[in-house]
């Protein structure tokens, strides 16, 4: 089966930077996505790796090493709306198909 | 708004019962994914469909079925209803040219009594 581990919560200052480690166990590993799901509402996409290193997007940036298992969120520049949860998933591949795996997601919470 | 719709937004049923969820993916989005999240955990992948065929399931029993139709849009039916499966479900759709990138509705919050 497929383990991810991640954080449970965090917390942080407006305007600081945080870093939302996420370590996985798989087998058929193809990718790893980062999503944000503020409360009550649906996850939003924020990074696809593949690939060894660092892809940054604006304020946010992904980090994946396949040889370790682990990836890591980082944001910069902290707004409170940032506050939220960030939701690690592995993509597998098994008989053809893809399948996605979600850790139980790292609730943030950025206060002034 | 990622151009995914869900319905119906909230549903109430008892044990036993059978209910089926829509969904609408977003134009030119030919692959849903429907997605069992209870509260405070990750979504868990129920099952993939592509171009009306399934195409990928997780770890779910067979009273969790689905549908795709032509116009891409799709069904999540689940027969005799359990507590547990009082969750929100999401479903999310991606294109041809982007398949890793899920664009995921807004849900629809099942409790079952």
């Known amino acids: 089966g497929q383990n991810i581990d991640q954080p449970t919560e965090m917390t942080a200052t407006e305007g600081a930077i945080v870093q939302i480690n996420c370590t996985y166990q798989?087998?058929?590993?193809?990718?790893l996505f980062w999503y944000q799901q503020h409360a009550g509402e649906a996850p939003t996409f924020l990074s696809y790796?593949?690939?060894?290193g660092l892809e940054e997007k604006g304020r946010f940036s992904s980090f994946l090493s396949r040889s370790k298992g682990y990836s890591y969120l980082l944001l910069k520049e902290l707004q409170m709306k940032d506050s939220a949860s960030y939701l690690c998933?592995?993509?597998?591949?098994?008989?053809?198909?893809?399948?996605?795996?979600f850790g139980r997601g790292t609730s943030l919470i950025v206060h002034p | 708004e990622t151009g995914v719709t869900q319905s119906p937004t909230h549903l109430i049923k008892t044990r036993g019962q059978q209910v089926t969820l829509r969904c609408s993916s977003q134009?030119?989005?030919?692959?849903v994914s429907w997605y069992q999240q209870a509260l405070g955990q990750g979504p868990q992948f129920i099952f993939q469909?592509?171009?009306?065929?399934?195409?990928g399931r997780g770890n779910f029993p067979p009273r969790f079925s689905g549908l795709q139709f032509p116009n891409y849009s799709s069904e999540l039916n689940v027969n005799a209803l359990e507590l547990d499966d009082s969750a929100l479900y999401l479903c999310?759709?991606?294109?041809?040219?982007?398949?890793?990138?899920?664009?995921f509705g807004p849900g629809t919050r099942l409790l079952v009594l």
């Open positions: 469909y592509y171009r009306e065929e399934e195409n």
């Open positions: 134009s030119g989005h030919n692959t």
């Open positions: 999310a759709s991606s294109s041809p040219r982007d398949e890793e990138t899920q664009y």
């Open positions: 998933a592995v993509l597998t591949s098994s008989g053809g198909s893809y399948i996605p795996t």
């Open positions: 798989t087998s058929g590993f193809n990718g």
């Open positions: 790796n593949v690939l060894d």
